[in-house]
T-cell receptor
Framework: GESVGLHLPTLSVQEGDNSIINCAYSNSASDYFIWYKQESGKGPQFIID?????DKRQGQRVTVLLNKTVKHLSLQIAATQPGDSAVYFC??????????FGKGTMLLVSP | DTGVSQDPRHKITKRGQNVTFRCDPISEHNRLYWYRQTLGQGPEFLTY????????KSRLLSDRFSAERPKGSFSTLEIQRTEQGDSAMYLC?????????????FGPGTRLTVL
């Protein structure tokens, strides 16, 4: 299938490792953030979200950290699996109802 | 399948032709969004509806593009006089705005190729 990950920053990890994907957002007024996973030829899939009044939120195997001081968001994936291989996007919502997406990071997990 | 669906999944057309894409959102969702994604980039917002009303349009949405959501359910996106630069993945998303959360669920997209 066609890749959406050409020319993207790439993180290569071994199966079982923990992965950390980083994102710098642009608008200090953004109050809501989402991480999406996109596999080749598919639409983005929601992973986890966080509001600006929080600095950490945990899901199943995933944790999102928000540092508003430096406008930085990270996604931590525990015990990374080959099925986690995809392009990951952070998106910010600055209150205008639309999402602004970052450039994306390709995660490659080798067995 | 109760997710967002889009039709067609792929469209190849010649420059100058008109094309129309359809999006069926998750049934209880009141908001519907259109995005465009080119290779290696994140999705870019085009427009969104709350129920039948088109509330916002991006500057990316030239006058050759028009979107409708006549009954507040499905939506169509039409591109007139297509250009090669219109080649992209067109993504639809829907959401139910609750207490400030705006979790948008995306469809599989329509891949447009303009020859």
């Amino acid at each position: 299938g066609e890749s959406v990950g050409l020319h993207l920053p790439t993180l290569s990890v071994q199966e079982g490792d923990n992965s950390i994907i980083n994102c710098a957002y642009s608008n200090s007024a953004s109050d809501y953030f989402i991480w999406y996973k996109q596999e080749s030829g598919k639409g983005p899939q929601f992973i986890i979200d966080i509001r600006s009044n929080m600095d950490k939120r945990q899901g199943q195997r995933v944790t999102v950290l928000l540092n508003k001081t430096v406008k930085h968001l990270s996604l931590q994936i525990a015990a990374t699996q080959p099925g986690d291989s995809a392009v990951y996007f952070c998106a910010e919502n600055s209150g205008y109802s639309t999402l602004t997406f970052g450039k994306g990071t390709m995660l490659l997990v080798s067995p | 399948d109760t997710g967002v669906s889009q039709d067609p999944r792929h469209k190849i057309t010649k420059r100058g032709q008109n094309v129309t894409f359809r999006c069926d959102p998750i049934s209880e969702h009141n908001r519907l969004y259109w995005y465009r994604q080119t290779l290696g980039q994140g999705p870019e917002f085009l427009t969104y509806f709350q129920n039948e009303a088109q509330l916002e349009k991006s500057r990316l949405l030239s006058d050759r593009f028009s979107a409708e959501r006549p009954k507040g359910s499905f939506s169509t996106l039409e591109i007139q006089r297509t250009e090669q630069g219109d080649s992209a993945m067109y993504l639809c998303a829907s959401s139910l705005l609750l207490a400030g959360y705006n979790e948008q669920f995306f469809g599989p997209g329509t891949r447009l190729t303009v020859l």
